[in-house]
């Protein structure tokens, strides 16, 4: 089991022995997950806290039942509507907690780079779960692993991730890892949802959806957040719908073995067709939830056991 | 009376790097290569450096209104520590200096405070806001060597049409910022690929080519003075010579940090090297370098702007804009010197010669008749920058922890030493 890393930040930072390091202890917490009995003692004793800045409930969910699971004390502080608004900067309430000794803390913040900002003063374990634009780590781990069980590998495969590519955190934590795990990756969607240099990005951009599913294995669909309607990004839910929106007909032009995912919550009839979305043999948005949970313990504990490694040396070091 | 001797005086106005001696005698260069007159104190350079101390357009300094970020004293002391021997002040202060009262107030601050010399900018319109003009008459009477709106670019050109012509029969200069205010808003960094992968608002480099021939158009149509605070990108030098060539009274400025670093130096989120305009790819530093080197942009900027901790230990979005840059000027435009991209004549020329001459000013020479404002530097020196070292009240630099070479030996405004290096 390789896994280094002090915080989960982003995937940017993991080398691709230990994105399947976590792959492989996820694979264990899904069986144990499907169990009567949940329950592990990974995290016992240790306490965990979820920051969100950002309105969430699926996310929050997730690591709330994982860190419960792995037999945390899990604390929920919705920072979204409390001190923040009193005009408390993000660095005195990431210090007022640290005080409370957290082991862990989970922390989604609309602004890109915040939680790198927030891990450089606290003494704990920081996972991102979600940060602006920048990254959404366990996303593109939960996508993977779904990927990898559904498919048997997760290299050599052709990826297509469509939709609004330029604010999606999703798609860049999953451009990275998929890119870390040598797939061909193709980004479809209309060019003003498309991010600046992504030229440079080493995928395949295409403009036509239909051309852009040829031969994918995997499709795929990010969410249309419906303030970018405003935002003049595109002319009509509509138009979207039909040039972008994924239906049998445009699925038709994938592999007749292709999966369909979704990183929720998603739209009905603006990026995804409610039958695709429903349909058992090619969705695996629900496989996308389940696997979620098991990737935030696996995270969690990889984090925990390097955490109380580091904390064992030094007591060592204070006893020599 | 000053008698320098066993110097290597690097002149600007006539591109000369050579060995040499220089009498200073009441505040005046009297003679070059001359021996020490009577009770002279003699100065040994020991093959140091001899430069005209430099002219720094666009300081920006926290009076009024945020001294604690940085007072007239303090960036005078750390001035006269960088070898910048005249300092032209920014109005984007708050209140913007934007009234002869608030001038006459700051000019009698800056008198009292500081080593070195100060003057000021006004601003163009009433609180910067693009909409009325300021009484530029009375300001240039209250002596604003300049008028300029700073970042805030005014998108009323009506309005701006109007304040030109006006600036123009009073023989008044513009200083613009060159950006299209809409396709920038918002920004933080560059776009590209950088800017995508770390998730940040970008604005694209064409955003300032855009602003700058909007300016140009006004500038052709009032016949203004017109000095362009900073070009960055590529994208505007075509735009810049075709300005030049077709006679327009047009100058232009780069900071100090797009000569020397470029959008990646922000890596993890580090706000020290948030911008404005944000920090270019690493093609458009080579391309500012060689258009300082070749002249057409004439001016190097420091673009000092002091940031308290608070603004910038903040969210990369969130987080102030701007870098101090007094005591880094010099050493920062060495590394162009000792990477062979200009030699030092080229680098005083754009440093102290061009923005004296732009502004109308005497300094920025080693001409016997002109005022002894010197600095004394070595250009090989090494050492690591700490930012807690800085004389600057506010310690928000890029180049913390940076190895630098080129140290400020002395400094001289008038013939009077204002620094001198310890040990």
Known sequence: MTFRAR????????APEEIRSVLDLADRY??????TVKQSDALAGMTQINMFFENSTRTQASFELAGKRLGADVMNMAVAQSSVKKGETLIDTALTLNAMHPDLLVVRHPNSGAVNLLASKVNCAVLNAGDGKHEHPTQALLDALTIRREKGRIQRLTVAICGDIAHSRVARSNLILLGKMENRIRLIGPPTLM????AEFGAE???DMREGLKGADVVMMLRLQKERMDGGFIPSEREYYHRYGLDAEKLAHARP??????PGPMNRGVEIDGEIADDINRSVIQEQVEMGVAVRMACMDLLARNLRAERGAKAAETYV | MLHFTNARLIDPETGTDAPGSLTVAEGMIAARDGTAPQGARVIDCSGKCLAPGIVDIGVKVGEPGERHRESFRSAGLAAAAGGVTTIICRPD???AIDTPEVLEFVTRRAREASPVRIRHMAALTKARQGQEMTEIGFLLDAG?????DADAVGTNTKSLARAYTYARSLGALIVGHPQEPGLSKGAAVTSGKFASLRGLPGVHPMAERMGFDRDMALVEMTGVAYHADQVTTARTLPALERAKANGLNVTAGVSIHHLTLNELDVGDYRTFFKLTPPLRSEDDRIAMVQAVAEGLIDIICSMHTPADEESKRLPFEEAASGAVALETFLPAAMALYHAGAM????LWRAMALNPARRLGLPQGRLAIGAPADLVLFDPDAPFVLDRSSLRSKSKNTPFDGRRMEGKVWATFVAGEQVFGHEG
Request: aromatic share 6%.
């Open chain 2, 144 to 148: 604003a060597i300049a008028f300029t």
């Open chain 1, 30 to 35: 899904v069986d144990l997950n499907r169990r």
């Open chain 2, 93 to 95: 202060t708050s209140p």
């Open chain 2, 343 to 346: 030699d030092l004549p080229g």
């Open chain 1, 195 to 198: 991010p600046s240099g992504v």
């Open chain 1, 257 to 262: 073995d292709a999966i369909v995912m979704h």
């Open chain 1, 205 to 207: 951009v295409y403009d």
């Open chain 1, 7 to 14: 915080h989960l930040l982003g995937i940017e930072h993991l």
